[in-house]
């Protein structure tokens, strides 16, 4: 299985997937937009996977990297590739469809109730209701031929799916104690006294508790796309 990541800043990385990526003898390759812009051969790859960032997608000026990525993300999606978006991946995903990417209400920066609204949708492998860890201020209307799958208090699309092989969440299931350490060196001006921002200690305290498990529904939705 060759799986391609790509990657837009450094410190929001796979988390967790790496160790699935082991058990999987996957060979894994990457675009890491802030060192190179080369994307691979479509037809070379068996799961893309598209992580964070703090810009916004329509930070064309300052990232033109943007555009050649959301055109490359339209080719995949016309394949059987399937495609696994993160938070700024969610975002581009929607966005390379024609969605609106906007300021959401609230910003969500720390661990938060994630709802299933779509229980009738057997396809992945989420609880009802489960903790999740947010670090965003934008959102998007769901792409058009898209089911959304969940909300949290603070976010009406929090995830979606598009046919059986295009999954976009807006949160980030791949965290570890590693990550969230990154994000608070690297975003910690995001930290504002806001209703759904919690304090860098209750994060690190929640992550404790709640990381692992997100990250078996992470691992089980990564079976169920390359199954």
């Known amino acids: 299985m060759h799986i391609h990541v790509i990657q837009h800043v450094p410190f929001e990385g796979v988390g967790c997937m790496e160790s699935w990526f082991s058990s999987k003898e996957a060979k894994v390759t990457y675009t890491k937009f802030y060192e190179s812009f080369q994307l691979p051969n479509i ?36 394949t059987e590739v399937p495609v696994l978006g993160i938070c700024l991946g969610a975002q581009l995903i929607a966005n390379a469809l024609g969605s609106r990417i906007f300021t959401n209400k609230y910003k969500e920066i720390g661990w938060f109730p994630i709802e299933l609204v779509n229980e009738n949708c057997e396809l992945l492998p989420f609880p009802k209701r489960f903790p999740a ?95």
């Not at 037809?43 to 990525?69: C, H, Q, R, T």
């Not at 898209?146 to 295009?166: D, H, P, W, Y």
């Not at 965290?175 to 209703?195: G, H, K, P, Y």
């Open 43 to 78: 037809k070379a790859i068996d799961l893309l996977i598209i992580m964070g960032g703090p810009m916004n997608v329509s930070d064309d000026a300052s990232y033109p990297w943007l555009l050649e990525e959301k055109v490359f993300i339209r080719k995949v999606m016309l």
């Open 133 to 227: 860890f947010h670090w965003h201020e934008d959102t998007f209307d769901l792409p058009k031929g898209a089911t959304c799958l969940m909300r949290s208090e603070g976010c009406e699309n929090q995830g979606f799916i598009i046919g059986k092989n295009v999954v976009g969440l807006q949160f980030h299931l791949e965290i570890t104690a590693e990550e969230v350490e990154l994000m608070f060196e690297n975003c910690e001006n995001d930290i504002i006294d806001d209703l759904y921002v919690q304090s860098p200690s209750k994060i690190r305290e929640l992550t404790e508790d709640y990381a692992d498990l997100s990250n078996v529904i992470l691992i089980d939705t990564l079976d169920y796309l390359t199954s």
